[in-house]
Nanobody, 123 residues
Framework: QVQLVESGGGLVQAGGSLRLSCAAS????????MGWFRQAPGKEREFVAA????????YYADFVEGRFSISRDNAKNTVYLQMNSLKPEDTAVYYC????????????????WGQGTQVTVSS
């Protein structure tokens, strides 16, 4: 079963950028659709972005508004989330997720999660 480890979180000022990475191991990465979710304090985990197995199809939450971009490198077993024009409301723990069935937007249906990486956007 694939294991996921996120990195790249941190503290950034509003308007800044971060690139999150999620490295997979222990499974056939290219068989999994991948996604990013986030959870702010006191809120439920929510969908951010998803990408299919070959990277040809992506899907974003409405609040992304063209600011984020998800991509993957199957040769490196890694999925990325490039986040630009960050806002204070983007502050959350960001989680990487894998699903062998396809792109999934409901966190309740995801079975494979990373440990999360904190993103804090200051105003």
């Amino acid at each position: 079963q694939v294991q996921l480890v996120e990195s790249g979180g941190g503290l950034v000022q509003a308007g800044g950028s971060l690139r999150l990475s999620c490295a997979a191991s222990g499974g056939t990465f290219s068989r999994y659709a991948m996604g990013w979710f986030r959870q702010a304090p006191g809120k439920e985990r929510e969908f951010v972005a998803a990408i299919n197995t070959n990277g040809g199809t992506t899907y974003y939450a409405d609040f992304v508004e063209g600011r984020f971009s998800i991509s993957r490198d199957n040769a490196k077993n890694t999925v990325y989330l490039q986040m630009n024009s960050l806002k204070p409301e983007d502050t959350a723990v960001y989680y990487c997720a894998a699903d062998a069935r396809g792109m999934e937007t409901s966190p309740r249906l995801i079975g494979l999660w990373g440990q999360g990486t904190q993103v804090t956007v200051s105003s």
